[in-house]
Structures are given as structure tokens and as C-alpha cells.
């Protein structure tokens, strides 16, 4: 037990030092027999003593290399539950950044952003959690309940504050991670047509990963999503007729 202690606390050395300590103790210093006062043979030491050193070399091996991937699966496997629940209990909701036409003032548009009105920590901004949720597989459940959610609120916004509005830019951020997916073009299309909001109104800001890292499938997805009138746009760029 303390050469598999010292294995996973300290790595290689620690266990070889505690194997070899463990060994002598059991060997010369512990009789084969306690009762009989029978001495142990060479062989049974050094068999006792390799035993101890190759079970601490092991674990260590186990430890270094196995036990930070399970960590890992085991905190993706809770943030992705974490995320689930959030949305279902209504934690993720958005905040909208007006986007304003510089040539005449008047409102052009909103970019939807999320926050996370998490129960512990208070409210938690994308740059924490969106990051998160790309890196353990996660981030489309999030992206499509943004996109309902500013869909949504954009089509009560329509009648008493959009009347006559022909024109309208409705941003969301979306990740090189959505833009893989086949099915995104599908998903839009149906909440665009739950909703009502028109397609042209609803803008897709990529980021500079999904240009440098795809560009083929960037352009692929690009032809894919103009189908319902969808216009994807460059993160870092803004259109010349309306700034944020």
C-alpha cells in the first residue's frame, strides 16, 4: 500500500525509493516464518524485492499516464451535465449589444451574447464557458439554444418595436466546431420558420480559426447556409454601413 501511495503522489523515483525501502524491511528483517524463527532465502527476498519495485513502476506509469485522461473525461462528463441542466433551467440567457447605423443613427441591429447565470458563481461570461464546451464536445447543444433564444426574442421584437423594418442584423457567434457540423444549415432553416424571423435578418459570425483552419469546408458550409438567405460574416469585421 505506501509503494502504491508514493507511485501516485511522487511518480517513478518515489516509488523506487519506497519499493526498495519496503523490500529490505520484508526481507532479511522479517523471518519467512514468525513462529518457526525461519530465516528467508536469498531468493524469496530478491523475488519479494522485484515484485515491489515493478508494482511502483506500474502504478507510476498508470498514474502519469492513464489517471489525467480519466480526470479529464470525469470533468468533461460533469460540465457537459452542468450544461445540460443550465439550459434546461433557463441559467444560459442573452444579453444584446445594439449594433447602430453610423450614417444615421438609428438601430441596425443586435449581436446576441450569452451569460451564464450560474447558481455558485454568479453570473459566468462566453469566455469561460464557451471554450469549455468546444473543448469537451458540447458546444453545438449550446450554440443552437443561443440561436433559438435570439430568434426567438427578435420575433417578439418585431411587431411592437420592428414594425416596418425590411432591414435587420440579428449577429451570433458560432464556433469552427458548428460550422463542421452537417446539420446546422437544417436546424437554422427550422427555427427560422418556427419563429418567423426573416432568413435574411439572421447573421452567422465566424471566427478567424474557421477561416485559417478549413477553409474548403468553410466554403462548402458557406454555399450550404445561403440557401435560406443566411450570411455569414467574419468575426473581426464589420460592415461598412452599420458598427457595433
Given at each position: 500500500?505506501?509503494?502504491?501511495?508514493?507511485?501516485?503522489?511522487?511518480?517513478?523515483?518515489?516509488?523506487?525509493?519506497?519499493?526498495?525501502?519496503?523490500?529490505?524491511?520484508?526481507?532479511?528483517?522479517?523471518?519467512?516464518d514468525v513462529?518457526?524463527?525461519?530465516?528467508?532465502?536469498?531468493?524469496?527476498?530478491?523475488?519479494?524485492?522485484?515484485?515491489?519495485?515493478?508494482?511502483?513502476?506500474?502504478?507510476?506509469?498508470?498514474?502519469?499516464?492513464?489517471?489525467?485522461?480519466?480526470?479529464?473525461?470525469?470533468?468533461?462528463?460533469?460540465?457537459?451535465?452542468?450544461?445540460?441542466?443550465?439550459?434546461?433551467?433557463?441559467?444560459?440567457?442573452?444579453?444584446y449589444q445594439?449594433?447602430?447605423?453610423?450614417?444615421?443613427?438609428?438601430?441596425?441591429?443586435?449581436?446576441?451574447?450569452?451569460?451564464?447565470?450560474?447558481?455558485d458563481r454568479?453570473?459566468?461570461?462566453?469566455?469561460?464557458?464557451?471554450?469549455?464546451?468546444?473543448?469537451?464536445?458540447?458546444?453545438?447543444?449550446?450554440?443552437?439554444?443561443?440561436?433559438?433564444?435570439?430568434?426567438?426574442?427578435?420575433?417578439?421584437?418585431?411587431?411592437?418595436?420592428?414594425?416596418?423594418?425590411?432591414?435587420?442584423?440579428?449577429?451570433?457567434?458560432?464556433?469552427?466546431?458548428?460550422?463542421?457540423?452537417?446539420?446546422?444549415?437544417?436546424?437554422?432553416?427550422?427555427?427560422?420558420?418556427?419563429?418567423?424571423?426573416?432568413?435574411?435578418?439572421?447573421?452567422?459570425?465566424?471566427?478567424?480559426?474557421?477561416?485559417?483552419?478549413?477553409?474548403?469546408?468553410?466554403?462548402?458550409?458557406?454555399?450550404?447556409?445561403?440557401?435560406?438567405?443566411?450570411?455569414?460574416?467574419?468575426?473581426?469585421?464589420?460592415?461598412?454601413?452599420?458598427?457595433?
Amino acid at each position: 500500500v505506501p509503494v502504491i501511495i508514493c507511485a501516485v503522489r511522487f511518480g517513478h523515483r518515489g516509488a523506487l525509493l519506497v519499493s526498495v525501502a519496503a523490500g529490505i524491511a520484508a526481507g532479511p528483517l522479517m523471518p519467512l516464518d514468525v513462529e518457526a524463527g525461519t530465516a528467508q532465502t536469498l531468493g524469496n527476498w530478491l523475488a519479494r524485492l522485484v515484485a515491489f519495485v515493478v508494482i511502483g513502476q506500474l502504478t507510476a506509469y498508470l498514474s502519469e499516464h492513464s489517471l489525467p485522461s480519466l480526470s479529464d473525461e470525469l470533468v468533461a462528463y460533469r460540465f457537459r451535465n452542468e450544461l445540460g441542466r443550465a439550459i434546461g433551467d433557463g441559467e444560459i440567457r442573452l444579453e444584446y449589444q445594439p449594433i447602430v447605423d453610423l450614417a444615421t443613427g438609428e438601430l441596425a441591429g443586435v449581436e446576441a451574447l450569452a451569460r451564464w447565470d450560474h447558481p455558485d458563481r454568479g453570473v459566468v461570461g462566453p469566455d469561460e464557458f464557451v471554450g469549455a464546451a468546444e473543448r469537451f464536445g458540447c458546444v453545438d447543444q449550446l450554440t443552437r439554444h443561443v440561436i433559438d433564444l435570439a430568434c426567438r426574442q427578435v420575433a417578439g421584437w418585431r411587431g411592437p418595436f420592428l414594425h416596418g423594418h425590411h432591414e435587420f442584423k440579428l449577429a451570433v457567434n458560432v464556433s469552427a466546431t458548428d460550422i463542421a457540423d452537417p446539420d446546422l444549415a437544417g436546424y437554422l432553416s427550422q427555427v427560422l420558420d418556427r419563429t418567423g424571423v426573416p432568413n435574411h435578418w439572421l447573421h452567422l459570425e465566424l471566427p478567424e480559426t474557421a477561416l485559417v483552419d478549413d477553409l474548403d469546408l468553410l466554403v462548402a458550409r458557406h454555399l450550404e447556409l445561403r440557401t435560406p438567405g443566411l450570411r455569414p460574416v467574419h468575426a473581426d469585421f464589420v460592415t461598412p454601413q452599420a458598427a457595433p
